[in-house]
């Protein structure tokens, strides 16, 4: 079992509360790491069934920043009432200074640290399999590689950056955070960070998914998190879009404000972002690191193409820079594509310029695939994909040619997750679907063989409902 020695001597009685799985502890393995698992003898538990893990890789030991092999600098963050590039001053009310000089990095790789390591270490590495049994019903000669983030704690990949967050938060003596989340998946996995590093959390909910999926919300409060639908009442921002649309289903653009405008407010607080930030694409490499070991490992030298769904952009990116980072180096001709909702098209219909990222104007301005700050999408099931901008750093590689995007409307994305589910066993959250579904079209329409990699960002498990919906013939095209 590992040492918490440490952990207890930072972190104090937060880490004397019981694992958020079971109280008593014992090993097992499970694919690559060797797992903590508490009170449970042998992994069960259908939400975590791991598919085969092919090869295998140790936790990183750095995350990597593609800025640094990048030989046109990306544009930077402006001041929002200057227009001047971003000063780490600027940041410091909303940001740890752990997290600012990531924001603001040239380097490389960047180490990650041993209590953010040590988490990782409970569910990573992920696993890696090759999907072929999805492979033969698409009557393809591509050989699909799935790079699975669900095993996570609470389901998708979200964990890789809350946890940095929350350890470096806690570094600066941070007691509470505030955040958006779309769907739950982001609130979730900032919750079970926040409860590991001793913060307090307050999430705002955008309305749609705070009606439509109840369990994500229940999930967050179960870590200890409280939850608000966004918009609500308790901000100027929030007000501001109730006055004016009593109905709206919220966006993420409105529910980063108003954590914002709490943030900014309480000089015990921080500001967190789950998604589009460089230092949240940073600690999403984790993901793309080792899957091009595992890839490897499989006796796969280099991916033809890669898919991933892009919301905010995080996860693809997460995936795709080390593969591109081989691409840069002349070792790999890797193709890329973003695959995101129709009903949000940021990179295929949007402009590159700089917009805020929220809707009342409050975070920086970011040179990004934007439709607008005051863009409401249609409430989809993918709730995570609902955001108006796009990762400067993605929209960056977009722009350099190392990116290609593709928009996926809800339907084929489901049908898409139906056949991968019926499978390969696991059901895709609704995110994910998109990049299955991208690459299911791009694998049918092979008569040679490639190699292509799927980004399978979340489970869908806690998404029934909207699977119901699509089985009985009611969801929108959108
Ligand atoms: C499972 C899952 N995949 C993808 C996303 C989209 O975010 P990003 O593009 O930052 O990975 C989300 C966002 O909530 C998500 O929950």
């Known amino acids: 079992m590992r040492d918490r020695t440490s952990d207890q001597q930072r972190n104090g009685p937060a880490d004397d509360r019981p694992h958020p799985r079971c109280p008593q502890a014992v090993q097992v393995t499970l694919g690559a790491p060797l797992y903590t698992i508490e009170g449970f003898t042998e992994v069960t538990d259908s939400l975590a069934a791991p598919a085969p893990t092919v090869g295998k890789s140790d936790v990183p030991t750095h995350w990597y920043n593609i800025v640094g092999d990048l030989e046109v600098a990306p544009p930077p963050h402006l001041h929002p009432g200057t227009r001047e590039p971003l000063t780490a001053d600027d940041l410091a009310p909303l940001f740890a200074s752990g997290l600012i000089e990531q924001e603001l990095s040239t380097e490389t790789d960047i180490e990650i640290p041993e209590p953010v390591r040590e988490v990782y270490a409970g569910y990573r590495t992920t696993p890696l399999f090759r999907a072929r049994s999805f492979e033969k019903a698409l009557g393809t000669p591509a050989r699909i590689y799935v790079k699975y983030e669900g095993m996570s704690p609470v389901g998708s990949h979200k964990v890789n950056s809350a946890v940095a967050q929350a350890y470096y938060n806690s570094l600066d003596g941070v007691t509470k955070l505030t955040t958006e989340t779309g769907a739950g998946q982001w609130g979730s996995a900032l919750s079970f960070a926040c409860a590991k590093f001793g913060i307090d959390l307050e999430v705002w909910q955008v309305r749609a ?20 639908s966004s918009p609500s009442e308790l901000t100027e921002a929030g007000r501001a879009v109730l006055a004016e649309q009593p109905d709206t289903p919220g966006s993420l653009g409105i529910a980063v404000s108003e954590a914002v405008e709490v943030a900014v407010k309480d000089p015990a607080a921080r500001y967190t972002l789950g998604s589009v930030l460089n230092h949240v694409v940073l600690h999403q490499t984790v993901i793309g690191l080792e899957a091009v070991e ?22 693809l990116a997460g995936l795709a820079f080390p593969f591109l980072r081989e691409v840069l180096h002349d070792r790999a001709k890797t193709r890329v594509v973003a695959v995101e909702p129709a009903a949000c098209p940021s990179i295929t219909k949007g402009e590159y310029r700089y917009d805020h990222g929220d809707i009342a104007g409050l975070t920086p301005l970011l040179k990004m695939h934007t439709l607008g700050q005051d863009f409401i999408p249609d ?19 977009v ?9 996926v409307a809800q339907t084929e994305a489901f049908a898409a997750a139906v056949l991968f589910a019926r499978n390969e066993g696991i059901v895709p959250a609704p995110e994910s679907s998109h990049a299955i579904a991208a690459a299911a079209k791009y694998a049918r329409s092979l008569s040679e063989p490639e190699v292509i990699v799927i980004g399978l960002s979340g489970h869908g498990q806690l998404d029934l409902p909207a699977y119901h919906s699509y089985l009985s013939g009611e969801l929108d095209q959108a």
């Open 209 to 228: 998914s705070y009606e439509s999926k109840p369990y994500r919300r229940f999930l967050i409060e179960t870590y200890g998190g409280t939850v608000h």
């Open 294 to 315: 595992q890839l490897r490992d499989a006796g796969e030298p280099q991916a033809d193409v890669v898919f991933g769904c892009a919301g905010g952009g995080s996860n």
């Open 379 to 397: 409430p989809i099931h993918a709730g995570g994909l609902r955001y108006h901008g796009m990762a400067p750093l993605l929209s960056h590689t």
């Open 399 to 407: 722009e350099l040619g190392l990116v290609n995007a593709q928009a």
